[in-house]
């Protein structure tokens, strides 16, 4: 409180245009408070979660453009670093009076996204992770304090690879990679600025002799896709130990993609099985 009282009585004197004109600065507090998650169980079904709890979301992102398109403010938070934040989704600062357009983002990563501009996000330092967004409108009209909920809904599409034989000891990785799709999307319609494809390499968790599950996010260029994943099992050298091809898998925004079958194993005998919410049980050969 007594940071919002300080932000009340700021003033900036703009030299440039004359001692006789002041900007006012109005204090804005902004909060992110729930998610609107789709949680696939034995029925998908729809719940909201709060920031606090869903530990997946590792980091949150706020910025502001002015009517000109023009960043005015950006900040992180890492949830594993309280640097510079009271509580992890709430930030405050002070804004002249005018119109902006807010943009939240929740993500599962340690590193910030880059945002480039009203109309792109992207990942440049890590591969795509669980994404939150919310975008909306915010109009100062006065000094008086402004305080700003947001609620943030899954842009990603989600595959999720399940081996149905066991992770063998020289298996150390899971190279997926995608023949469309991007990693930098537009925060505004949710959708891929970028389509020529991407990779994600996830390391294996799972102990040697037991199976394996892997999951992968990607930003789409429509609500639904079809898209070639390619995936191969690396050793810790980088090495490729098996290599799969599934074609014409269907990915959709907000919603799972499982791939299962033989990973660890070699030859071409072995299936995968495409079971999503929205479609029914496809086999796939190769």
């Known amino acids: 409180m007594k940071r919002i009282a300080f932000l009340s009585t700021i003033l900036l004197l703009l030299s440039a245009c004359g ?87 929740a993500y599962g990563s340690d590193s910030a996204l880059m945002v480039n501009g009203r109309t792109e996000a992207a990942y440049t330092a890590d591969k795509v992770r669980e994404t939150f967004v919310a975008t909306r409108p915010l109009d100062i009209t006065s000094t008086d304090p402004v305080t700003v909920n947001a609620t943030l809904s899954r842009i990603t ?11 063998t000891s020289n298996a150390d990785a899971v190279r997926l990679t995608y023949s469309a799709c991007g990693k930098s999307f537009n925060p505004i319609t949710g959708l891929a600025t970028v389509n020529g494809g991407i990779v994600n390499t996830v390391y294996l968790t799972y102990p040697a002799g037991q199976p394996a599950k892997i999951n992968s996010y990607s930003f789409l260029n429509a609500d639904q896709q079809f898209v070639d994943i390619g995936i191969d099992v690396l050793d810790t050298a980088g090495g490729v130990l098996t290599h799969k091809e599934v074609i014409n898998v269907p990915l959709r925004r907000n919603a799972r993609t499982v791939l299962q079958g033989q990973l660890f194993t070699t030859g071409t005998s072995s299936s995968f099985m495409l079971d999503t919410d929205y479609d029914t049980v496809i086999y796939v050969n190769f």
Request: charged residues 20%; negative net charge.
């Open 19 to 105: 001692k006789d004109r002041i900007t006012y600065l109005t204090p804005v507090r902004i909060s992110v408070e729930g998610f609107v998650i789709s949680v696939e169980d034995e029925l998908p079904q729809s719940k909201d979660t709060s920031l606090s709890q869903y530990q997946a979301a590792k980091a949150v992102t706020l910025a502001l453009f002015n009517a000109d398109g023009m960043l005015r403010y950006c900040s992180t938070q890492l949830r594993s670093d309280s640097v510079g934040y009271t509580t992890f989704g709430q930030f405050d600062f002070a804004l002249p009076m005018g119109s902006y357009t807010m943009e939240v983002f």
């Open 157 to 167: 599409s989600n595959l999720q690879v399940i081996s149905t034989d066991n992770r």
